[in-house]
């Protein structure tokens, strides 16, 4: 195959990310298979941290190789400061900065060798295996007490099989050892779990196949991948977005959920019209439920797109549960419109400190006044039956106290995570916009409270601040691992 490039520009830059699973997989191991406290405290000092990905950026020249920015979270939450930027061609990270890798097209976490620290997986789907163009590769970058360090590649199985092997990444406990599997995507008919425990020599203890029915080829496969646990029986499950594809007479957008045990993944429910999807307990029960998102809309929901919440329980995701959401329900700010991308990035987390999962939701192409595609991200609170649609809370560029100002092209939202990351139990805020700056890109965090996000003490810092090129289109904040 011919290397794809993918251009950050406006459009371009949405249409380019959508084919090719540009966003990122987000990944939070359940608590049981780690011994890390959290499965994305790279560092051990008990802050969650933020990885953030530039997957254009220009690295030694170089333009699209892509790399990733780990912010280390700590009592003041992040900033510019404390971030490192990690490429091809960062010391003891395998392969080397070439046009068209895209190194950060996708994210994941988790403790894989049950050392105490979380590692930090990152795909890169334009990588060239050998002679086989835009083969991917997943690379594991090993956590420690000084933060990420040292890594090793995670082998394609099936190297003439599929293309864009680390398209989406996803770490969970699988089959309920306690011990951290990986699941990696690829344009195929499947996902190769590499199982725990891993070491750094040789990696993981064995893999397998799992056959998923998707549409093959360039720009699908396993789009994106998530783990949590919907049956709260302590096994992993994995959720596997992209296009469902059974037999020659089906073939539709969807979100299949697979229940973990000790014999292995199977089939839960297949969850129509989900591009995007993500993973909590919104309600508070013990079950993790299920968002998923279908962000170009229908005229049958809004035009603007729309997200679809689906409860867990004891016999896995129950179906008679879904409760539809759009910008035309009362209640959301907003008003669906064509290509408002609602549901383009959705982050589950507990921002108010009540025991239940919030859900932030981005229109990262929403038009606000005179600025066109600048982008909003809306927060839903989690009740004991659902998402809440009172007091739904928008925040944008030119809301009080967010840095910034709305422009065009901007795309707010581009990216989302709703994690801790000042330690003081409760969920923050991350937003990325990948057209900012002229599609170098921005970061920004919201802190949590007991009464929700507040924009006091919000930060933003762009590709520059933390050492990014400023060459070509870096699209800082075109994904975010959360």
Excluded: C
């Excluded at 254009?56 to 510019?80: F, Q």
């Excluded at 890109?441 to 990014?468: E, Y």
């Amino acid at each position: 195959m011919n290397k794809r490039r993918l251009v950050h520009t406006a459009l371009a830059a949405a249409t380019a990310t959508a084919l090719t699973g540009g966003l990122l997989s987000l990944t939070v191991l359940p608590a049981a298979a780690a011994t890390a406290e959290f499965a994305d405290d790279f560092n051990g000092d008990g802050y969650r941290d933020l990885v953030t990905a530039a997957s254009a950026a220009t690295v030694g020249g170089v333009r699209y190789a892509g790399a990733v920015v780990v912010s280390y979270g700590s009592a003041s939450g992040i900033s510019a400061s404390r971030s490192k930027v990690i490429s091809q061609n960062t010391s003891g990270i395998p392969g080397v900065a070439e046009k068209g890798d895209h190194f950060g097209s996708a994210v994941a976490s988790g403790d894989l060798n049950n050392d105490g620290y979380a590692d930090l997986v990152v795909g890169a789907l334009g990588e060239d295996v050998g002679d086989d163009a835009d083969g991917g590769t997943a690379v594991v970058i090993w956590g420690s007490a000084s933060g990420l360090s040292g890594a090793r590649t995670v082998g394609d199985p099936d190297v003439s099989g599929h293309d864009s092997f680390g398209q989406s990444l996803a770490v969970g406990d699988f089959n309920g050892d306690a011990k951290a599997d990986l699941a990696v995507g690829s344009t195929g008919r499947g996902v190769w779990v590499h199982r725990g425990g891993f070491t750094k020599a040789s990696g993981a203890a064995s893999r397998y196949k799992l056959t998923v029915p998707l549409r093959t080829g360039a720009d699908y496969g396993a789009v994106s991948l998530h783990s949590g646990d919907v049956n709260g029986d302590g096994a992993g499950d994995l959720l596997v977005d992209g296009m469902y594809n059974p037999d020659a007479s089906h073939a539709f957008h969807a979100t299949q959920v697979y229940l973990g045990s000790a014999t292995g993944l199977a089939l839960d429910e297949v969850l129509e019209s989900g591009n995007r999807s993500a993973i909590g307990d919104i309600n508070g029960d013990g079950f993790d439920d299920v968002v998923t998102s279908t962000y170009w809309g229908t005229q049958r929901e809004s035009i603007g797109g729309f997200v679809t919440t689906y409860l867990g329980g004891s016999a896995g995701i129950r179906t008679d549960t879904a409760e539809t959401i759009h910008q035309d329900t009362p209640g959301v700010p907003g008003a669906g419109e064509s290509s408002d991308y609602f549901g383009w990035t959705l982050s589950l987390g507990d921002i108010d400190g009540d025991g239940r999962a919030d859900a932030a939701v981005s229109a990262y192409y929403e038009s606000i006044g005179a600025a066109t595609l600048t982008g909003t991200v809306l927060v839903f609170r989690g009740t004991p039956v659902g998402l809440s649609t009172s007091d739904v809370k928008s925040f944008h560029q030119d809301t009080a106290g967010v840095p910034g100002a709305n422009e065009d092209n901007d795309h707010f939202g581009s990216s989302v995570r709703l994690a801790d990351l000042n330690g003081d139990h409760h969920a923050d805020l991350s937003v990325g916009a990948d057209g900012e700056n002229g599609a170098m890109g921005a970061v920004w965090s919201l802190p949590g409270s007991s009464s929700g996000l507040t924009t006091k003490n919000a930060v933003s810092f762009g590709a520059a601040g933390v050492g990014l090129s400023t060459t070509g289109y870096a699209g800082f904040g075109d994904g975010m691992l959360g």
